[in-house]
Each structure stands twice: as structure tokens, then as C-alpha cells.
């Protein structure tokens, strides 16, 4: 007899029914539009990336032209989480204000300024503040743009493209690698940092040239502007059902922050911040901001070399990322988020095991390489991008934005915590013991997801079905939020 756990999925979507829940697909013209502005929007995911991979190999250089303690090197490479922290904070109320598109065009440009700044920082100061700056872009952008993308997503396609922002993330992190393994020889790590402008440029520019989301223009009594989009990514027979359903779900009263700790939302916020804080205090940014350091610890001495090894592990991220892509429609988030995190806790207690076995010292650079693989391809393939599809997809229309800049906020600041932690406890704790650390509460993340995390799936943004009973409580609700019942 096959047991299913709870969270057990809803029946997946049969071909073609799409975010309405009618059986026509859109026109090629309007998904193509659709394509366009994921692949546009996107690019604030490969900035997100960028920003935090450059870092790992531009401290090696920054910490001896400013003479940086530890916990001095702490503080630069966690500085940009605190930026983050605002700007998930208030990202929120600005994406319901000015709109996603036009936030995420803010974000393009305030990133920039962050990127020069950094670039031409004279002292450890003004680099700190630079990357605060850099760092309010970027945690505003991380969450606007999944939701963005899934805004205009039709649904029995929207985590494949929502998790092209994590593709586009996980890029971001190989082209920084590659950046600073290319200036590593000249110690060039100013070059590092600017040449992040490129990016913000085109994401800004390609902003200009896709369309608002539907759901923000009818919140803000443009409907006639949101039939003319619809009209643009949906097939004819789709427009007035999906802008029914759209008005439908805002008709109910304003969306006050108070709402989210009602029983209603109260589970749904326990999922989202949960997982927000799972994704980073298992570990998997000291490997991002990190790893050139962590492969110097298990002996490759030289900077180039452990740039270049991190180079391997940013690919594995990638591949995974694409595999994950394909997989995440076809069988489900909550399949792909367990076997990520069983798949995170054993590597991680083979790295640790690794540097505590002196007699596998000569072998430890290629164990700590390999381990290191294992762990960013098992986070690639669930954690990573489930987390932030999750986010967009398991609260109501009218609170969406602010429940997400939550979790977002809560995502950040756990960031920082592990970030700020990490060399410190390599000291206090050892490596072994640090790495065992983040292995067990990924086993705790494990049974986190395994009894709380919803099955999202096939899920209608605007109107889902209302689902009850104990073996599927986790079903999403006709406000698009996700039912938890007790």
C-alpha cells in the first residue's frame, strides 16, 4: 500500500489548461510576450547572483588591500545583507504602489550606483556602504520578480518560469566566478565590481519593453489596462474569465499588515517564513560567499585555483537548476524540495566527516570539491528554486506582495546571520563541527517540508479549488492560498 504523506498533491493540470482554467493555449504571439518578459525580469535573479558570487573571490584581494580582521571580512561580505534586509522590507508596499515592472526598474538602477560604488571605494567604509546599496536593490528585486513572473505565467507553465529566475540566479553566480577568476592573477577586484553595471543596464532597458502585471493594474482600478495585457499573453476565449477571476479575489477588504497573522493566513506565513529561513541556515551561501575560502581551508593554496574550482561548483548549480526546471511542473515542488534537503544533509556530513579524518588530508581538496558538488546540485534541484516559487504561489492576491516581502525579510536575515557566522564558527566550533551543524538542520528542514509544505502544483493564482479533510489539507484554497489545516 502506498503511503502518502500529507501535502499530498493535487491532480496536475491536463494538457493545455492554462491559468483560467480553460483548455484553449494562448496565442504563440501572446506567450512568446510572456517568454519575453520572464527572460527580462530574470535578470534581476543573474544581478541577485552576481552580487553575491563576486564577492567570494574579490575578498580574497579586498581583505589584504584594506588589511581586513575576520570579523572585519565578515562584515564586507555580509554588508550587502543588510541592503537586502530594506529592501525586502520595504519592498513590499512599493511593488503594490509602483507596480512590479516599475520597482524592478528602480532596483536596475539603484544596483548600479551600488556596483560603481563598490567599484571605487576608497576605504572599507564606503565599500560597506556601496554594497548596502547594491544590497537594497537586490532584496527588493528577489522576491518582485518571481512574483512578477508568475503574475504573468499561464499556470500549467508558471514553475518552469518562475524557476528560470533561479536559473538566471545560478548563472549570475558562475559569470562572477569566472569574472574574478579572470582578474585574480592582476588582483584586479575593483573590475570585479563594476562590471556588474552591464547587467543592471540590461535589465533596466529590457524593463521599458514588457507589459505591467494584469493582477497590479486592477488592484489599482486600471482594469481596462489589464484586459488590454491579458489580451497581449492570453488567447481570446481566456481574457474575461481570468480578468473575472482577478477581480474577484481583490474584491474583499484592503490588505492590511494585521491579515497576516490571521488563522487563515497564520499557516500559509508559517510555510513561507519557515522555508525562508531553511534555505539559509542550512548552509548554502557560505558555499556562495565562501568557497574560494573553503577550498583553500582543504588545501588548494593558490587564489586562482580555488576561484576556479568554485567555477565547478557555480556549473553544478546551474545544470541542476535546468533539471529542476523541467521537473517542477511535471512532478510536483514538494517531491523535488525532500530529496533536495536529504541530498544537502548527506553531503554536508561527508564534508565534515572529510576534515576530520587527518589521514585523507592528501585526498581533502578533491573530497571538499566533490562534497561541495553534491550539496549545491541538491539545493539546485529543490530547495532553491521551490522556496521562491512557493512564496509566490501560496498566499491570496490582495496580501501577496507584502506576505512575500515577509518572507523575503525573514530569507535575508537569516542570510545574514549564517554569512556573519560562518568564519567564526569555523574558529569556535571547527570545520567538522560546522559542517555537521548545517547538515542537521537540514534534517530538521527535512521534516519541516515533509509535514507543513504544501503541494502547489497545477494551482490557479486567482481561483483554486477549496480542499478539506486530513489527507489533503495542504490544498490550495479559492483565495489562492494554501489550506493547512489542523
Known amino acids: 500500500m502506498t503511503h502518502h504523506p500529507p501535502g499530498t498533491p493535487a491532480a496536475p493540470p491536463t494538457a493545455g489548461v492554462t491559468a483560467t482554467g480553460h483548455g484553449t493555449a494562448p496565442a504563440a504571439n501572446g506567450i512568446g510576450l510572456v517568454y519575453l518578459a520572464t527572460a527580462v525580469s530574470a535578470l534581476g535573479g543573474m544581478l541577485f547572483g552576481y552580487d553575491i558570487g563576486v564577492i567570494s573571490g574579490a575578498i580574497l584581494f579586498i ?14 561580505v555580509s554588508s550587502v545583507l543588510l541592503g537586502s534586509l530594506i529592501g525586502a522590507a520595504g519592498g513590499g508596499v512599493l511593488a503594490d504602489r509602483l507596480g512590479r515592472r516599475r520597482l524592478l526598474i528602480v532596483t536596475a538602477a539603484v544596483f548600479g550606483l551600488g556596483a560603481i560604488g563598490a567599484a571605487l571605494a576608497p576605504g572599507t567604509a564606503s565599500l560597506i556602504v556601496a554594497r548596502v546599496v ?41 559569470v562572477s566566478y569566472l569574472v574574478d577568476y579572470a582578474f585574480a592573477p592582476s588582483h584586479a577586484w575593483r573590475w570585479m ?19 505591467n502585471s494584469p493582477r497590479w493594474l486592477v488592484s489599482r482600478g486600471h482594469a481596462g489596462r489589464a484586459r488590454a495585457v491579458l489580451g497581449r499573453i492570453r488567447a481570446a476565449d481566456q481574457v474575461a474569465g481570468e480578468l473575472a477571476d482577478i477581480e474577484h479575489s481583490l474584491a474583499q477588504q484592503k490588505p492590511h499588515w494585521s491579515e497576516l497573522a490571521s488563522p487563515l493566513l497564520r499557516p500559509a506565513m508559517i510555510v513561507g517564513v519557515g522555508l525562508a529561513i531553511a534555505q539559509q541556515v542550512t548552509g548554502i551561501n557560505t558555499v556562495i560567499y565562501y568557497a574560494p575560502t573553503i577550498f583553500k581551508f582543504a588545501g588548494l593554496s593558490s587564489a586562482p585555483a580555488a576561484i576556479l574550482a568554485s567555477v565547478g561548483v557555480g556549473v553544478v548549480n546551474v545544470a541542476l537548476t535546468l533539471v529542476a526546471m523541467q521537473l517542477i511542473d511535471r512532478i510536483g515542488r514538494r517531491p523535488l524540495l525532500l530529496g533536495s534537503l536529504a541530498g544537502m544533509a548527506l553531503s554536508l556530513a561527508v564534508l565534515g566527516l572529510a576534515f576530520s579524518l587527518p589521514h585523507v588530508s592528501g585526498s581533502l581538496g578533491l573530497i571538499a570539491v566533490v562534497s561541495l558538488m553534491a550539496y549545491v546540485g541538491s539545493f539546485a534541484i529543490g530547495l532553491g528554486p521551490v522556496f521562491w516559487l512557493l512564496l509566490s504561489e501560496i498566499y491570496p492576491l490582495r496580501i501577496r506582495s507584502r506576505a512575500m516581502s515577509i518572507g523575503t525579510f525573514a530569507n535575508w536575515a537569516a542570510n545574514l546571520i549564517v554569512a556573519i557566522s560562518f568564519l567564526t564558527l569555523t574558529q569556535v566550533l571547527g570545520k567538522p563541527a560546522t559542517f555537521w551543524l548545517y547538515g542537521a538542520v537540514s534534517v530538521a528542514a527535512w521534516l519541516f517540508a515533509f509535514f507543513l509544505v504544501p503541494e502547489t502544483r497545477g494551482a490557479v493564482l486567482n481561483r483554486s479549488r477549496r480542499t478539506g479533510g486530513r489527507g489533503s489539507r495542504h490544498g490550495p484554497c479559492d483565495d489562492g492560498t494554501a489550506r493547512l489545516a489542523a
Open 63 to 76: 581583505k589584504k588591500a584594506f588589511s581586513l580582521s575576520p570579523g572585519l571580512e565578515e562584515i564586507v
Open 134 to 174: 547594491a544590497g537594497a536593490a537586490i532584496g527588493a528585486a528577489s522576491f518582485v520578480a518571481p512574483l512578477y513572473i508568475s503574475e504573468l505565467a499561464p499556470a500549467a507553465i508558471r514553475g518552469k518560469l518562475v524557476s528560470i529566475n533561479q536559473v538566471a540566479l545560478t548563472s549570475g553566480i558562475v
Open 193 to 211: 565590481f563594476a562590471l556588474a553595471v552591464v547587467p543592471a543596464a540590461a535589465f533596466g532597458i529590457g524593463l521599458l519593453f514588457v507589459p
